[in-house]
């Protein structure tokens, strides 16, 4: 049996006792201060706090900026699951995490979750997760947490904001395009690729001198240079770019500073837009407007030459009616005569350029036309081989068949005089529908056009040439080879039926000439044949002209074909003839069977004369005769009834026929060619 402990030592064992309790009472209070701490750190820290049990799925402590994010009070988000207030991939997510910490794993610390408020507000968090083990098995977690739903709606409005500015770059015609300080892409979309020809890999970092030549990479350095320098856009400037293929293109830029955040100028950036299209329609244009104005110039002097001609011819004529073929100056006046007409010709080179109008217009079949003028040609040149492909049922074109005939046979010279060797010209036509957009460079009106294509294999021109072509006189053949107007007569004969002509070239491939005429559905007439004798005639004829020569041979012309002859010098003095003529017949002015008008008169026009004349006599011929050809003005008075047309310089035989045919037949349409 133990002895019993004496007094002493119970004392000390008391004393022991008293001792470790007061350190247990130390440690209780210490921990009390401490938990006190704890919770007054977490209900007052400036983030959101909570402590979760893994094992229950349960919050187990939370603090009021945690309530203050949700709206649930301290009871009631105590009372809730994680899965209850995340969304369901966020959820997806915490049971993956749970997962992965149970296999042993090891999980990102800051994750962001996005949870549902108490109101069903969305809101997003990024959590710092500490996570508590007991023995090596996760038993809990501390999270703080951070509300970054502003910073989220911030980064959602960027992303939102960065891809309708990509839609919208990818989505314009113009190339946008982002470069460094040397020139080098840095960014870019796809019409900068489509503009350029290279893929989008080859693009990146490529410096700009490797799509243009050294002169136009100066042009574009002293753009990015101004804009370093100043910090000003510089807009607006064209340069030419060589795509991959080699094809070059006009641009027009634009260049802006790209700045860093304290505004130094890293870069460059701007837009960039392809112009070649618009700048051939404008040289086009340019080309068509300077034509047009040496047209007028041109009309003015063929007009001017025909009625010094038409002084030639007459008296020329009027010698050859009185002499017979064996007369010693008989050929002398034919020789005249001949020279006459090949400076009647070249005016009408001229005033074809001019389009001062068309002689015979009627439908023809641009197809006959071709195989005739191209058979000619070719017997002519046995050097040359004439190709044809032909469209079947070609459509009809309302033309003057000889002024288009003309324009053929200029074409198949200038293809002869680029193959002095010898060589091949293809002659192609179409039946084409052309639109607006195609033909607003020519001013035409957009449908049906027959395309004529007449392409040789000779030296071909370049492009400096090929721009003056169409130019009167302008010709690269040494002096006294040519006169320059054979193409630029082309220009204006097509131009006056509506249509265009131009051409396509480079050096040794020889040259295309391309042809557009305006279709038409009426049928082909019936071909008449004129006379060739002088016919003569009784009636009376005013003749109307303000030029006094014209007027005396004119009159003394007519006078030999047995006509009663009145001349006038002007409307004015016309309108006081037929006045006096129209009176009670006792004025000794016999009254006009017919009145030869010339068009271009100064005081009162050859127009305002015909209106005045119908005022007069209603029922009176009328012949209008100019310098220049069927102009507009001309037509006009021929639908408002006037009976007929001759351009001067014309003989005696074209000048009788043209009389027998109003006097006898009525007022026709059709136009007699000298």
């Known amino acids: 049996m133990p002895a019993k402990p004496t007094y002493e030592e119970l004392a000390r064992k008391v004393k022991a006792l008293e001792a470790k309790l007061a350190r247990m009472n130390k440690v209780r209070e210490a921990l009390r201060e401490s938990e006190g701490k704890y919770r007054q750190l977490l209900n007052h820290a400036p983030s959101g706090m909570y402590e979760i049990d893994f094992l229950k799925r349960r919050f187990v402590n939370v603090n009021d900026v945690i309530c203050e994010y949700t709206g649930y009070t301290r009871e009631e988000f105590l009372a809730l699951s994680p899965f ?28 962001e979750f996005k949870i549902r408020a108490k109101d069903s507000r969305a809101l997003w968090v990024r959590m710092h997760t500490r996570v508590l083990y007991e023995n090596g098995v996760p038993k809990g977690a501390t999270v703080i947490v951070h509300d970054i ?31 460094d300080l040397s020139g080098n892409f840095t960014f870019f979309n796809d019409s900068v690729c489509k503009l350029l020809g290279y893929t989008r890999e080859e693009l990146m970092g490529m410096n700009d001198r490797r799509y243009t030549e050294e002169k136009n990479a ?9 804009v370093y320098r100043t910090g000003k856009p510089f807009t607006g400037f064209e340069w030419e770019i060589i795509r991959k293929d080699g094809e070059r293109r006009m641009v027009e830029a634009s260049v802006y500073p790209l700045t860093d955040s304290e505004g130094k100028v890293t870069g460059f950036r701007g837009i960039a837009r392809d112009i070649t299209d618009r700048k051939r329609m404008e040289e086009e244009l340019f080309r068509s407007q300077k034509l047009e104005s040496i047209g007028k110039l041109a009309g003015g002097i063929a007009h001017d030459f025909n009625n010094l001609l038409m002084g030639i011819q007459g008296n020329t004529s009027l010698m050859l009616f009185d002499i017979q073929p064996g007369h010693p100056h008989y050929e002398r006046l034919k020789s005249i005569e001949q020279h006459v007409q090949s400076g009647a010709n070249l005016t009408k080179h001229l005033l074809g350029f001019a389009r001062g109008g068309k002689y015979h217009v009627k439908p023809i079949n641009p197809n006959e036309v071709l195989e005739r003028t191209s058979s000619m040609f070719g017997r002519t040149k046995k050097e040359i081989r004439i190709h044809h492909k032909l469209q079947e049922d070609v459509w009809r074109v309302e033309a003057d068949q000889g002024q288009v005939e003309q324009v053929l046979l200029n074409l198949y010279v200038n293809a002869w005089q680029a193959m002095p060797g010898g060589g091949d010209v293809y002659i192609e036509t179409d039946n084409v529908t052309l639109g607006e957009n195609s033909l607003r460079p020519y001013n035409m009106r957009p449908g049906r056009y027959v395309k004529i294509s007449v392409r040789d294999n000779g030296v071909g021109m370049d492009e400096a040439t090929r721009k003056r072509i169409f130019e009167p006189f302008f010709t690269t053949k ?14 204006g004969i097509i131009k006056n039926h509506g249509g265009a002509i131009d051409a396509v070239s480079e050096p040794g491939k020889g040259s295309t000439f391309y042809i557009y005429l305006p279709a038409t559905a009426k049928d082909l007439p019936e071909e008449a044949i004129p006379s060739e004798e ?68 100064p005081g009162m026009s050859g127009s305002e004369t015909f209106a005045r004349l119908r005022e007069v ?8 005769s100019s310098g220049y050809s ?21 003989n005696m035989k074209a000048l009788s026929t043209k009389i027998r045919e109003i006097l006898e037949e009525g007022r026709e349409e059709r136009v007699l060619q000298p």
Do not use: W
């Not at 739903?149 to 770059?169: C, G, I, Q």
């Not at 100066?218 to 101004?226: E, T, V």
């Not at 507009?632 to 001067?648: H, N, S, T, V």
């Open 630 to 650: 069927l102009s507009a003005e001309a037509r006009k008075l021929m639908k408002q009834g006037c009976d007929g047309f001759i351009q001067k310089p014309f």
């Open 149 to 179: 739903s502003d910073l989220k709606s911030a980064e959602e409005a960027l992303h939102e904001s960065e891809e309708r500015y990509k839609n919208v770059l990818e989505t314009i015609d113009e190339g946008y395009y982002e470069v």
């Open 617 to 624: 006599s209603s029922d009176i011929k009328i012949l209008l």
């Open 478 to 491: 040494e002096r006294g080879r040519g006169t320059g107007m054979g193409l630029a007569s082309a220009y």
């Open 84 to 111: 209850d207030i995340l969304t369901e991939e966020s959820s997806k997510l915490f049971g993956e995490r749970l997962s992965k910490l149970f296999a042993g794993e090891k999980i990102p610390e800051v994750v």
């Open 534 to 601: 002088i016919l003569k005639g009784e009636e009376t004829i005013l003749f109307v002209d303000d030029e006094e020569m014209i007027l005396d041979v004119s009159r003394r012309m007519l006078e030999r074909m047995g006509y009663e002859v009145l001349t006038a010098q002007g409307g004015k003095e016309a309108l006081e003839l037929i006045e006096r003529a129209s009176r009670d017949g006792h004025s000794g002015v016999p009254r006009p069977h017919l009145v030869i008008l010339d068009l271009i008169m």
């Open 218 to 226: 100066k042009d574009l350095y002293r753009a990015f240079n101004s």
